[in-house]
């Protein structure tokens, strides 16, 4: 399965971006150390947390800045669209792109690009590490490092995907 871009109006606040998975999960910041272990706490016994257990009550506060939201729709196409962009992520790129389709905000290329980590995810039912460099339109290069957590309402389909994103100097 992969995400199609629905529109070709879209233009992109990157202009340069490059990721790198790591499905070994070698992490080297303490916040995305937290998020996973965060993520298997949640979990349980189960493959995947729910949707439901990714509550701000049972979240480590340090974590919620760097938190953002996925949703996946499969029908009647595939689509992404941010459900929550935390204010940490916002004040870095300079955006808050809370409610929006990834197909409508992201030029081909970064779309491509940044759809490895979520079709990843999906297709294996894991976290996944990403490293990443991206130039923004209005700022310097800027190094990152993530890890995109799967969360299924069934138990099966990944429907939501959390992600925790720490940015150099950050």
Request: hydrophobic content about 40%; proline content about 6%; overall charge negative.
């Amino acid at each position: 399965m992969k995400p199609q871009r629905q529109s070709e109006n879209a233009r992109s606040f990157l202009d340069t971006i490059a990721l790198t998975v790591d499905p070994d999960l070698r992490v080297e910041s303490p916040m995305v150390a937290l998020a996973l272990e965060t993520w298997d706490r949640l979990r349980g016994a189960r493959t995947m947390p729910a949707p439901a257990d990714i509550d701000a009550v049972k979240l480590p506060i340090r974590l919620l800045p760097h938190l953002l939201l996925m949703d996946l729709e499969y029908q009647p196409a595939f689509r992404l669209r941010w459900r929550l962009i935390g204010t940490h992520i916002t004040s870095v790129v300079d955006r808050d792109m809370t409610g929006r389709y990834w197909d409508e905000i992201y030029d081909a290329r970064a779309f491509e690009e940044l759809t490895v980590g979520p079709l990843w995810v999906i297709e294996h039912r894991r976290p996944v590490r990403i490293l990443g460099t991206a130039h923004y339109a209005s700022k310097d290069y800027i190094r990152s490092e993530s890890v995109d957590m799967p969360l299924s309402s069934d138990g099966l389909t990944v429907d939501r995907i959390l992600t925790v994103t720490v940015y150099d100097g950050s």
